[in-house]
């Protein structure tokens, strides 16, 4: 029974596991921080949206909520990082990756744990 399941595991997908594992504090924050916080961090509120602190995110901005928890493609942050419409076009754009993990964060859930 043992080989069986160590056979199994070896058909587990990296990005299966990655997404298990993957932490707002770890993961996502550091990508909105370099990407989003000239615009929507401590100094400026482009849009009314600040990314400062965890109540902030929670309530987002102009448009409304940023996250809908399970459904990236219901969430605006997804929504605008993916069509390419943030960052703005005089910023680099997010690469796929982090794209990836945005998407993967949402989908599990949208935990802020650990942010402050």
Do not use: N
Request: with cysteine.
């Amino acid at each position: 029974m043992r080989a069986i399941c160590g056979i199994a595991l070896c058909f587990v997908s990296e990005s299966s596991l990655r997404a298990v594992e993957l932490t707002f504090a770890r993961d996502v924050r550091p990508i909105l921080a370099a990407r989003c916080d000239k615009c929507h961090g401590q100094k400026t509120r482009k849009a009314d949206l600040s990314l400062v602190d965890w109540a902030a995110f929670k309530r987002g901005g102009e448009s409304g909520p940023l996250i809908v928890a399970g459904a990236p493609d219901e969430s605006l942050l997804f929504e605008m990082i993916h069509s390419g419409s943030m960052p703005p076009e005089d910023e680099p754009s997010m690469t796929a990756e982090q794209i990836g993990v945005i998407r993967q964060w949402i989908e599990s859930g949208a935990d802020l744990a650990g942010y402050e």
